[in-house]
């Protein structure tokens, strides 16, 4: 019932910046927590940066400082502000929310993901 689109990939030059988004559509009462993930090729999946439904983010130490995560309720929709980006930063990235529907249940969904490439 609930459908989540991430837009915002590319490919830019180390140093740029992007803006990635996460909009959710579908059956949703509330939008709880939500996070960005990034898989390199090759590596695990890690968590990126998360904010909670009252706002409050947390970051992985690569990004803090560089990587800012903010929400839009009015659009159910997340993004993640990304600059001085670097090489290490290549990745698909997906976002994950946990989501209260009509039914009142409550649970994770996943996006598709996005590619972000860094060239240096």
């Known amino acids: 019932q609930v459908h989540l689109v991430e837009s915002g990939g590319d490919l830019v030059q180390a140093g740029g910046s992007l803006r990635l988004s996460c909009a959710a559509s579908g059956s949703i009462v509330r939008i709880n927590t939500v996070g960005w993930f990034g898989q390199a090729p090759g590596k695990q999946r890690e968590l990126v940066a998360q904010?909670?439904?009252?706002?409050?983010?947390k970051y992985a130490d690569s990004v803090r400082g560089r990587f800012t995560i903010s929400r839009d309720n009015a659009k159910n929709t997340v993004y993640l502000q990304m600059s001085s980006l670097k090489a290490e930063d290549t990745a698909v990235y997906s976002c994950?929310?946990?989501?209260?529907?009509?039914?009142?249940?409550?649970?994770?969904?996943w996006g598709q993901g996005t590619q972000v490439t860094v060239s240096s």
């Open positions: 994950n929310a946990i989501i209260t529907t009509t039914d009142y249940s409550t649970r994770s969904f």
């Open positions: 904010i909670t439904g009252g706002g409050s983010a």
